[in-house]
Protein backbone atom coordinates (compact mmCIF):
# COMPACT_ATOMS: atom_id res chain seq x y z
CA UNK A 1 0.00 0.00 0.00
CA UNK A 2 0.94 3.18 -0.04
CA UNK A 3 2.11 4.43 3.09
CA UNK A 4 2.96 7.87 2.89
CA UNK A 5 3.61 10.54 -0.22
CA UNK A 6 5.50 13.44 -0.32
CA UNK A 7 5.35 17.36 -2.51
CA UNK A 8 8.46 17.83 -2.88
CA UNK A 9 11.03 20.80 -4.95
CA UNK A 10 14.03 20.03 -7.05
CA UNK A 11 16.43 23.02 -6.96
CA UNK A 12 19.88 22.32 -8.07
CA UNK A 13 20.53 25.08 -5.75
CA UNK A 14 19.69 23.53 -2.52
CA UNK A 15 22.55 20.93 -2.68
CA UNK A 16 25.93 22.28 -1.16
CA UNK A 17 27.77 21.51 -4.59
CA UNK A 18 25.85 23.81 -6.45
CA UNK A 19 24.63 26.38 -3.75
CA UNK A 20 28.72 26.61 -2.81
CA UNK A 21 26.45 28.79 0.34
CA UNK A 22 23.42 30.29 -1.25
CA UNK A 23 21.38 27.15 -0.58
CA UNK A 24 21.54 28.74 3.33
CA UNK A 25 18.92 30.82 1.55
CA UNK A 26 16.51 28.12 1.57
CA UNK A 27 17.30 26.31 4.89
CA UNK A 28 13.70 25.76 5.55
CA UNK A 29 13.55 23.54 2.37
CA UNK A 30 16.84 22.01 3.39
CA UNK A 31 15.56 20.75 6.58
CA UNK A 32 12.15 19.60 5.48
CA UNK A 33 13.75 17.75 2.41
CA UNK A 34 15.63 16.28 5.51
CA UNK A 35 12.80 15.37 7.07
CA UNK A 36 10.89 13.82 4.08
CA UNK A 37 14.24 11.60 4.10
CA UNK A 38 14.78 10.87 7.09
CA UNK A 39 10.58 10.01 7.65
CA UNK A 40 11.34 7.31 4.38
CA UNK A 41 13.84 5.66 6.18
CA UNK A 42 11.87 4.92 8.93
CA UNK A 43 9.37 3.90 6.78
CA UNK A 44 11.71 1.71 4.87
CA UNK A 45 9.81 1.06 2.02
CA UNK A 46 10.35 -1.68 -0.74
CA UNK A 47 9.47 1.11 -3.43
CA UNK A 48 9.64 4.85 -4.30
CA UNK A 49 7.11 6.32 -6.71
CA UNK A 50 8.25 9.00 -8.44
CA UNK A 51 7.05 11.81 -10.97
CA UNK A 52 8.99 14.32 -12.06
CA UNK A 53 8.22 16.81 -14.61
CA UNK A 54 11.59 16.96 -16.13
CA UNK A 55 11.39 13.44 -17.43
CA UNK A 56 10.85 12.94 -20.93
CA UNK A 57 7.36 14.15 -21.36
CA UNK A 58 4.34 13.27 -24.32
CA UNK A 59 1.41 14.96 -25.57
CA UNK A 60 0.00 11.63 -25.80
CA UNK A 61 0.99 9.32 -23.40
CA UNK A 62 2.71 9.07 -19.74
CA UNK A 63 6.69 8.12 -19.88
CA UNK A 64 7.03 5.02 -17.75
CA UNK A 65 10.54 4.15 -17.48
CA UNK A 66 11.88 0.59 -17.93
CA UNK A 67 15.09 -1.49 -18.07
CA UNK A 68 16.74 -2.31 -14.79
CA UNK A 69 18.28 1.10 -13.11
CA UNK A 70 19.89 4.47 -14.58
CA UNK A 71 22.56 6.85 -13.26
CA UNK A 72 22.00 10.59 -13.77
CA UNK A 73 24.41 13.42 -12.88
CA UNK A 74 24.00 17.50 -12.88
CA UNK A 75 26.24 17.98 -15.16
CA UNK A 76 23.85 20.24 -17.40
CA UNK A 77 24.02 22.56 -14.36
CA UNK A 78 27.95 21.99 -14.95
CA UNK A 79 28.40 20.09 -11.41
CA UNK A 80 29.72 16.72 -12.69
CA UNK A 81 30.40 15.47 -8.91
CA UNK A 82 26.65 15.29 -8.09
CA UNK A 83 25.51 11.36 -9.30
CA UNK A 84 23.10 9.17 -7.83
CA UNK A 85 22.36 5.59 -9.49
CA UNK A 86 18.83 3.76 -8.71
CA UNK A 87 17.32 0.25 -9.46
CA UNK A 88 13.34 -0.04 -11.02
CA UNK A 89 10.63 -1.83 -10.15
CA UNK A 90 10.47 -3.74 -13.24
CA UNK A 91 7.84 -6.16 -11.63
CA UNK A 92 5.71 -2.71 -10.26
CA UNK A 93 6.33 -1.22 -14.04
CA UNK A 94 5.49 -4.39 -16.14
CA UNK A 95 2.01 -4.81 -14.11
CA UNK A 96 1.20 -1.23 -14.46
CA UNK A 97 1.35 -1.37 -18.22
CA UNK A 98 -0.71 -4.74 -18.43
CA UNK A 99 -3.37 -3.65 -16.15
CA UNK A 100 -3.23 0.01 -17.42
CA UNK A 101 -5.05 -1.12 -21.21
CA UNK A 102 -6.89 2.64 -21.37
CA UNK A 103 -3.46 4.69 -20.34
CA UNK A 104 -1.22 4.34 -23.07
CA UNK A 105 2.66 4.85 -21.83
CA UNK A 106 4.96 6.28 -24.43
CA UNK A 107 8.31 5.58 -26.20
CA UNK A 108 9.29 2.35 -23.77
CA UNK A 109 12.22 1.82 -26.63
CA UNK A 110 13.82 5.26 -25.01
CA UNK A 111 13.31 3.99 -20.45
CA UNK A 112 16.48 3.77 -19.78
CA UNK A 113 17.74 7.52 -20.14
CA UNK A 114 19.13 8.89 -17.57
CA UNK A 115 17.88 10.33 -14.44
CA UNK A 116 16.24 14.09 -14.57
CA UNK A 117 17.01 16.28 -11.92
CA UNK A 118 13.63 16.36 -10.60
CA UNK A 119 14.09 12.74 -10.04
CA UNK A 120 17.78 13.42 -8.76
CA UNK A 121 17.43 15.50 -6.21
CA UNK A 122 14.41 14.10 -3.82
CA UNK A 123 16.11 10.48 -4.74
CA UNK A 124 19.88 12.19 -2.97
CA UNK A 125 18.20 12.88 0.03
CA UNK A 126 16.81 9.99 0.59
CA UNK A 127 20.13 8.01 -0.49
CA UNK A 128 21.87 9.76 2.62
CA UNK A 129 19.57 8.00 5.32
CA UNK A 130 17.74 4.98 3.27
CA UNK A 131 18.99 3.09 -0.02
CA UNK A 132 17.05 -0.61 0.17
CA UNK A 133 14.56 0.39 -2.32
CA UNK A 134 13.58 0.54 -5.95
CA UNK A 135 11.58 3.26 -8.05
CA UNK A 136 9.05 3.38 -10.17
CA UNK A 137 10.09 6.54 -12.47
CA UNK A 138 7.10 8.40 -14.04
CA UNK A 139 6.91 11.26 -16.40
CA UNK A 140 4.35 13.65 -17.31
CA UNK A 141 1.83 14.02 -20.22
CA UNK A 142 -0.61 16.42 -21.86
CA UNK A 143 -3.47 14.46 -21.43
CA UNK A 144 -6.42 15.76 -18.91
CA UNK A 145 -6.19 16.62 -15.08
CA UNK A 146 -8.59 13.66 -14.41
CA UNK A 147 -6.31 11.64 -16.71
CA UNK A 148 -3.39 12.21 -14.12
CA UNK A 149 -5.33 11.12 -11.48
CA UNK A 150 -6.47 8.25 -12.79
CA UNK A 151 -3.04 7.14 -13.26
CA UNK A 152 -2.51 7.31 -9.71
CA UNK A 153 -5.48 5.14 -8.74
CA UNK A 154 -3.97 2.47 -11.25
CA UNK A 155 -0.50 2.83 -8.97
CA UNK A 156 -2.58 2.20 -6.35
CA UNK A 157 -4.36 -1.07 -7.25
CA UNK A 158 -0.82 -2.71 -8.41
CA UNK A 159 0.86 -1.96 -5.51
CA UNK A 160 -1.62 -3.27 -3.48
CA UNK A 161 -1.71 -5.80 -5.72
CA UNK A 162 1.99 -6.59 -5.40
CA UNK A 163 1.75 -5.83 -1.97
CA UNK A 164 4.14 -2.96 -1.95
CA UNK A 165 5.20 -0.89 0.85
CA UNK A 166 5.55 2.10 -1.11
CA UNK A 167 5.89 5.90 -1.10
CA UNK A 168 5.02 8.36 -3.33
CA UNK A 169 7.13 11.45 -4.55
CA UNK A 170 5.42 14.23 -6.44
CA UNK A 171 8.13 16.18 -7.47
CA UNK A 172 7.69 19.61 -8.68
CA UNK A 173 8.46 23.08 -8.36
CA UNK A 174 5.61 25.95 -7.75
CA UNK A 175 5.85 29.13 -9.43
CA UNK A 176 8.78 30.93 -10.87
CA UNK A 177 7.07 34.11 -11.15
CA UNK A 178 7.28 35.38 -7.78
CA UNK A 179 10.03 38.80 -8.12
CA UNK A 180 11.23 40.73 -10.64
CA UNK A 181 14.53 40.29 -9.68
CA UNK A 182 13.71 36.26 -9.96
CA UNK A 183 15.42 34.08 -13.01
CA UNK A 184 11.71 34.64 -14.85
CA UNK A 185 10.54 38.16 -13.33
CA UNK A 186 7.19 38.94 -11.79
CA UNK A 187 3.38 38.20 -12.34
CA UNK A 188 0.46 38.56 -10.32
CA UNK A 189 -0.53 34.85 -10.83
CA UNK A 190 2.38 33.80 -9.30
CA UNK A 191 1.86 34.40 -5.78
CA UNK A 192 -1.60 33.88 -6.02
CA UNK A 193 -1.08 30.34 -7.57
CA UNK A 194 1.44 29.65 -4.75
CA UNK A 195 -1.26 30.62 -2.40
CA UNK A 196 -3.87 28.88 -3.79
CA UNK A 197 -2.51 25.37 -4.68
CA UNK A 198 -0.73 25.44 -0.61
CA UNK A 199 -3.83 26.21 0.66
CA UNK A 200 -5.89 22.94 -1.32
CA UNK A 201 -2.37 20.45 -0.44
CA UNK A 202 -2.83 21.71 3.23
CA UNK A 203 -6.25 20.87 3.31
CA UNK A 204 -6.26 17.59 0.99
CA UNK A 205 -8.56 18.85 -1.43
CA UNK A 206 -7.79 16.90 -4.40
CA UNK A 207 -11.07 17.82 -6.09
CA UNK A 208 -9.98 21.02 -5.94
CA UNK A 209 -6.70 20.17 -7.39
CA UNK A 210 -7.86 18.88 -10.35
CA UNK A 211 -10.30 22.20 -10.94
CA UNK A 212 -7.59 24.32 -10.67
CA UNK A 213 -7.89 27.09 -13.33
CA UNK A 214 -5.68 26.26 -16.45
CA UNK A 215 -5.54 29.67 -17.27
CA UNK A 216 -3.61 30.39 -13.43
CA UNK A 217 -1.60 27.55 -13.80
CA UNK A 218 -0.30 28.45 -17.10
CA UNK A 219 0.53 31.95 -15.78
CA UNK A 220 2.11 31.27 -13.22
CA UNK A 221 4.75 29.29 -14.75
CA UNK A 222 4.77 26.31 -12.60
CA UNK A 223 5.78 22.26 -13.43
CA UNK A 224 4.19 20.43 -10.73
CA UNK A 225 0.60 20.54 -10.77
CA UNK A 226 0.49 17.67 -13.00
CA UNK A 227 2.65 15.71 -10.44
CA UNK A 228 0.90 16.47 -7.98
CA UNK A 229 -2.67 15.37 -9.39
CA UNK A 230 -1.18 11.66 -9.97
CA UNK A 231 0.09 11.53 -6.31
CA UNK A 232 -3.41 12.76 -5.50
CA UNK A 233 -4.81 10.03 -7.26
CA UNK A 234 -3.27 6.86 -5.55
CA UNK A 235 -5.36 8.03 -2.10
CA UNK A 236 -8.59 7.85 -4.12
CA UNK A 237 -11.01 6.44 -1.66
CA UNK A 238 -8.88 7.64 1.45
CA UNK A 239 -8.60 9.83 4.13
CA UNK A 240 -5.85 12.00 3.50
CA UNK A 241 -3.87 13.92 6.46
CA UNK A 242 -1.66 16.62 4.87
CA UNK A 243 1.01 18.72 6.29
CA UNK A 244 3.19 21.71 5.03
CA UNK A 245 6.88 21.20 6.15
CA UNK A 246 7.87 24.46 4.81
CA UNK A 247 7.61 27.12 1.96
CA UNK A 248 9.60 29.91 0.66
CA UNK A 249 10.98 31.33 -2.30
CA UNK A 250 13.59 34.06 -2.25
CA UNK A 251 15.39 33.21 -5.73
CA UNK A 252 11.52 33.85 -7.34
CA UNK A 253 10.88 30.15 -7.88
CA UNK A 254 8.10 28.56 -4.84
CA UNK A 255 9.61 25.62 -3.10
CA UNK A 256 6.87 23.83 -1.03
CA UNK A 257 7.42 20.68 0.79
CA UNK A 258 4.59 18.92 2.22
CA UNK A 259 3.56 15.10 3.78
CA UNK A 260 0.65 13.29 2.92
CA UNK A 261 -0.71 10.07 5.32
CA UNK A 262 -3.40 7.86 4.25
CA UNK A 263 -6.21 7.22 6.94
CA UNK A 264 -9.18 5.09 6.42
CA UNK A 265 -11.65 4.13 3.54
CA UNK A 266 -13.93 7.35 2.52
CA UNK A 267 -15.58 6.74 -0.78
CA UNK A 268 -16.89 10.37 -0.47
CA UNK A 269 -13.15 10.97 -1.52
CA UNK A 270 -13.60 8.86 -4.76
CA UNK A 271 -12.94 11.79 -6.86
CA UNK A 272 -13.45 10.50 -9.99
CA UNK A 273 -16.26 8.27 -8.77
CA UNK A 274 -18.09 6.41 -11.63
CA UNK A 275 -16.38 9.21 -13.77
CA UNK A 276 -18.17 12.19 -12.33
CA UNK A 277 -15.89 14.26 -13.24
CA UNK A 278 -14.62 13.28 -16.75
CA UNK A 279 -18.57 13.69 -17.33
CA UNK A 280 -19.05 16.89 -15.90
CA UNK A 281 -15.92 17.99 -17.97
CA UNK A 282 -17.37 21.09 -19.70
CA UNK A 283 -16.59 19.34 -23.41
CA UNK A 284 -18.25 22.50 -24.90
CA UNK A 285 -15.39 24.45 -23.50
CA UNK A 286 -12.34 25.39 -25.66
CA UNK A 287 -8.97 26.71 -24.40
CA UNK A 288 -9.61 29.68 -26.46
CA UNK A 289 -6.52 30.26 -28.04
CA UNK A 290 -6.90 25.96 -29.19
CA UNK A 291 -10.62 27.32 -30.03
CA UNK A 292 -9.26 29.65 -32.55
CA UNK A 293 -6.79 27.53 -33.80
CA UNK A 294 -8.61 24.86 -34.72
CA UNK A 295 -11.85 26.65 -36.27
CA UNK A 296 -8.69 28.97 -38.78
CA UNK A 297 -7.84 25.55 -39.69
CA UNK A 298 -11.05 23.79 -40.54
CA UNK A 299 -12.58 26.20 -41.83
CA UNK A 300 -9.62 26.96 -44.58
CA UNK A 301 -8.81 23.10 -45.31
CA UNK A 302 -12.67 22.75 -45.56
CA UNK A 303 -13.47 26.29 -47.82
CA UNK A 304 -10.54 27.87 -48.44
CA UNK A 305 -11.40 31.29 -46.48
CA UNK A 306 -9.52 32.85 -43.68
CA UNK A 307 -11.60 33.81 -41.02
CA UNK A 308 -11.94 37.27 -39.43
CA UNK A 309 -11.43 37.52 -35.31
CA UNK A 310 -14.37 36.44 -33.49
CA UNK A 311 -16.28 39.01 -31.48
CA UNK A 312 -16.16 36.68 -28.04
CA UNK A 313 -12.04 36.51 -27.76
CA UNK A 314 -10.20 37.55 -24.34
CA UNK A 315 -8.97 41.07 -24.81
CA UNK A 316 -5.88 39.92 -24.05
CA UNK A 317 -6.05 38.35 -27.46
CA UNK A 318 -7.44 41.28 -29.54
CA UNK A 319 -5.28 43.89 -27.70
CA UNK A 320 -2.27 42.19 -27.24
CA UNK A 321 0.69 41.19 -29.62
CA UNK A 322 3.32 38.75 -29.46
CA UNK A 323 4.67 35.95 -31.69
CA UNK A 324 3.08 32.81 -32.17
CA UNK A 325 3.36 29.47 -33.27
CA UNK A 326 0.88 27.02 -33.71
CA UNK A 327 2.13 22.85 -33.78
CA UNK A 328 -0.28 20.23 -35.10
CA UNK A 329 0.57 16.78 -33.86
CA UNK A 330 -1.44 13.36 -35.67
CA UNK A 331 -1.00 9.82 -34.07
CA UNK A 332 1.29 11.03 -31.85
CA UNK A 333 3.40 12.71 -34.56
CA UNK A 334 4.26 16.20 -35.73
CA UNK A 335 1.82 17.03 -38.31
CA UNK A 336 3.10 20.77 -39.23
CA UNK A 337 4.52 23.82 -37.04
CA UNK A 338 5.24 26.92 -38.34
CA UNK A 339 5.43 30.42 -36.10
CA UNK A 340 6.83 34.21 -35.46
CA UNK A 341 9.41 34.83 -33.52
CA UNK A 342 7.72 38.45 -32.99
CA UNK A 343 4.26 39.69 -34.08
CA UNK A 344 3.66 41.24 -37.30
CA UNK A 345 0.21 41.49 -37.09
CA UNK A 346 -1.95 43.83 -34.95
CA UNK A 347 -3.02 41.18 -31.95
CA UNK A 348 -2.26 37.30 -30.93
CA UNK A 349 -5.92 36.97 -32.56
CA UNK A 350 -4.91 37.53 -36.06
CA UNK A 351 -1.58 35.77 -35.58
CA UNK A 352 -2.83 32.81 -34.66
CA UNK A 353 -5.08 32.62 -37.41
CA UNK A 354 -1.84 33.65 -39.86
CA UNK A 355 0.20 30.76 -38.77
CA UNK A 356 -2.59 28.03 -38.17
CA UNK A 357 -3.39 28.49 -41.99
CA UNK A 358 0.33 28.29 -42.29
CA UNK A 359 0.88 25.34 -40.22
CA UNK A 360 -1.35 23.12 -41.66
CA UNK A 361 -0.98 23.90 -45.23
CA UNK A 362 2.58 25.63 -45.93
CA UNK A 363 4.80 23.21 -44.17
CA UNK A 364 7.40 22.58 -46.32
CA UNK A 365 8.03 19.46 -44.21
CA UNK A 366 4.27 17.74 -44.96
CA UNK A 367 1.34 17.86 -47.32
CA UNK A 368 -1.33 20.30 -46.61
CA UNK A 369 -3.64 19.00 -44.41
CA UNK A 370 -6.97 17.32 -45.90
CA UNK A 371 -10.07 17.09 -44.34
CA UNK A 372 -10.12 13.98 -43.39
CA UNK A 373 -7.83 14.54 -41.02
CA UNK A 374 -8.96 17.36 -39.03
CA UNK A 375 -10.63 15.31 -36.40
CA UNK A 376 -6.94 13.17 -35.48
CA UNK A 377 -5.36 17.12 -35.27
CA UNK A 378 -4.04 18.08 -31.78
CA UNK A 379 -3.32 21.46 -31.57
CA UNK A 380 -1.41 23.45 -29.27
CA UNK A 381 -0.37 27.19 -29.57
CA UNK A 382 2.53 29.14 -28.02
CA UNK A 383 2.97 32.46 -27.09
CA UNK A 384 6.48 33.95 -27.24
CA UNK A 385 7.52 36.17 -24.23
CA UNK A 386 9.86 39.20 -25.47
CA UNK A 387 13.26 37.30 -26.67
CA UNK A 388 16.47 38.12 -24.20
CA UNK A 389 19.94 38.26 -25.06
CA UNK A 390 22.38 35.80 -23.08
CA UNK A 391 26.13 35.17 -23.51
CA UNK A 392 26.74 31.63 -21.67
CA UNK A 393 24.67 28.21 -22.59
CA UNK A 394 23.93 28.02 -18.74
CA UNK A 395 21.22 30.49 -18.78
CA UNK A 396 19.27 28.27 -21.31
CA UNK A 397 17.13 25.28 -20.47
CA UNK A 398 15.30 23.65 -22.80
CA UNK A 399 12.04 22.66 -20.05
CA UNK A 400 12.17 26.52 -19.48
CA UNK A 401 13.25 28.79 -22.44
CA UNK A 402 13.20 28.31 -26.04
CA UNK A 403 16.25 29.56 -28.09
CA UNK A 404 16.91 31.82 -30.75
CA UNK A 405 20.32 31.50 -32.55
CA UNK A 406 21.26 34.71 -34.66
CA UNK A 407 24.26 35.05 -37.33
CA UNK A 408 24.06 37.30 -40.08
CA UNK A 409 20.80 37.61 -41.96
CA UNK A 410 20.50 33.45 -40.57
CA UNK A 411 18.15 32.77 -37.76
CA UNK A 412 17.04 29.68 -36.28
CA UNK A 413 14.19 29.10 -33.37
CA UNK A 414 13.42 26.18 -31.06
CA UNK A 415 10.76 26.51 -28.82
CA UNK A 416 11.07 25.14 -25.01
CA UNK A 417 9.14 21.20 -23.51
CA UNK A 418 10.00 19.80 -26.91
CA UNK A 419 10.32 15.67 -26.95
CA UNK A 420 13.27 14.20 -26.83
CA UNK A 421 15.11 17.60 -26.20
CA UNK A 422 16.01 17.37 -22.41
CA UNK A 423 19.75 19.38 -22.47
CA UNK A 424 21.49 22.36 -23.87
CA UNK A 425 23.53 21.02 -26.31
CA UNK A 426 21.39 19.01 -28.19
CA UNK A 427 18.50 22.33 -27.74
CA UNK A 428 21.20 24.60 -29.39
CA UNK A 429 22.77 21.85 -32.02
CA UNK A 430 19.24 21.36 -33.47
CA UNK A 431 18.76 25.40 -33.52
CA UNK A 432 21.71 25.73 -35.22
CA UNK A 433 20.90 23.17 -38.16
CA UNK A 434 17.36 24.88 -38.10
CA UNK A 435 19.50 28.49 -39.11
CA UNK A 436 22.05 26.43 -41.47
CA UNK A 437 24.69 27.81 -39.12
CA UNK A 438 27.99 25.73 -38.11
CA UNK A 439 28.93 25.14 -34.52
CA UNK A 440 32.50 26.39 -35.39
CA UNK A 441 30.73 29.59 -36.61
CA UNK A 442 30.22 32.62 -34.46
CA UNK A 443 26.74 33.38 -33.06
CA UNK A 444 24.04 35.60 -30.72
CA UNK A 445 22.16 33.70 -28.61
CA UNK A 446 18.70 34.77 -27.23
CA UNK A 447 16.55 32.90 -24.56
CA UNK A 448 12.40 33.43 -24.23
CA UNK A 449 9.17 32.05 -22.15
CA UNK A 450 6.49 30.84 -23.66
CA UNK A 451 3.12 30.59 -22.46
CA UNK A 452 1.43 26.84 -23.92
CA UNK A 453 -2.26 26.56 -25.01
CA UNK A 454 -2.89 22.60 -25.61
Same mark, same amino acid.
Given at each position: MILKAYVVPHPPIILPEVGRGEERKIQNSIDAMQRMAKEVADIQPDTIIISSPHAPMYLDGFFLAGGK????????????????????????????????????????????CNLDHGTLIPIRFINEHYRNYKVLRLGLSGFSPEDHYRLGVAIQEVV?????????????????????????????????FDETILQILSRSAFDELLALSPELIEAAAQCGTKSFQIMAGVFDGFEVTAE??????????????? &? /??? @???? *????????????? !???????????????QTIETFVGTGQKIAPPEDLPDEMTIKQAGVFVTLHKGGQLRGCIGTISPTTDSIAEE??????SSATRDPRFPAVTADELPDLKISVDILGAPEAIDKT?????????????? &? /??? @???? *????????????? !??????????????FEMERFEVIRHE
Open positions: DATGTLAQFGIRSVTEKITYDVELADRLKAVCSDIPFASPEQANAELDRRAVYIASGDLSHVLKEDGPYGFREQGPLLYSYEGPFGVGYGVL &G /FTP @GKPN *PKRRFLGVDELAD !STDSTFEDPYIKLARIIQNGIGDLDPQRYGVIVTS &G /FRR @GLLL *PRLEGIDDVATQL !SIALQKAGIRSDES
